[in-house]
């Protein structure tokens, strides 16, 4: 079941976040921020969680791209899939209510940086049609090893086509 996320799913959203930390291939952040640091960073709507049996298996969210007006309709988003819960349709059931609540919050375009490693999330990306709009070579460093990241990008077809 897809729902929003309340208050009393920190505990939970911020486990598989330091789950996906461990493997090194979803993100430079090498540290688990506090439940505020998080709720500030991200958009208080599109903000996801797939909960079945009482527990938490993934969660989906939404940051904006820039603080400036002009690209309000942007958004940077983030999918995490608790690992023992991976490849069973959990981040597309995600990306599907993701994208549906970011038109409705009237996202015009949705971008992801990924790691070329993180095969699944490359795949989830292309199928719900993230464009690949390229790769920036050594970008930054992961434990002293510089990294690549993908960069890809889906514009709405509702939503800003004006």
Avoid: C
Avoid at 48 to 58: P, R
Avoid at 77 to 95: A, C, D, R, T, V
Avoid at 122 to 148: M, N, S
């Amino acid at each position: 079941m897809i729902r929003n996320i309340i208050s009393t799913d920190a505990p939970e959203i911020l486990n598989i976040y330091e789950l996906g930390l461990e493997t090194r291939n979803a993100t430079f952040e090498t540290r688990v921020p506090t439940w505020e640091e998080w709720d500030k960073k991200h958009h208080s709507h599109s903000r996801l969680v797939f909960f079945e049996n009482d527990m938490i298996k993934g969660w989906a969210a939404l940051a904006p791209f820039s603080m400036r007006e002009v690209y309000r309709g942007v958004a940077e988003l983030s999918i995490y899939i608790h690992p023992e819960h991976s490849g069973k349709g959990i981040g597309s059931q995600l990306m599907r209510g993701l994208i549906a609540s970011s038109e409705k919050n009237l996202i015009w375009t949705l971008f992801s940086s990924v790691f070329p490693e993180n095969e699944a999330t490359v795949k989830l990306h292309t199928k719900f049609g993230f464009k690949l709009l390229g790769r920036r070579e050594k970008i930054a460093q992961l434990d002293g090893i510089w990294r690549d990241t993908l960069i890809f990008e889906r514009r709405s077809k509702i939503v800003g086509i004006d």
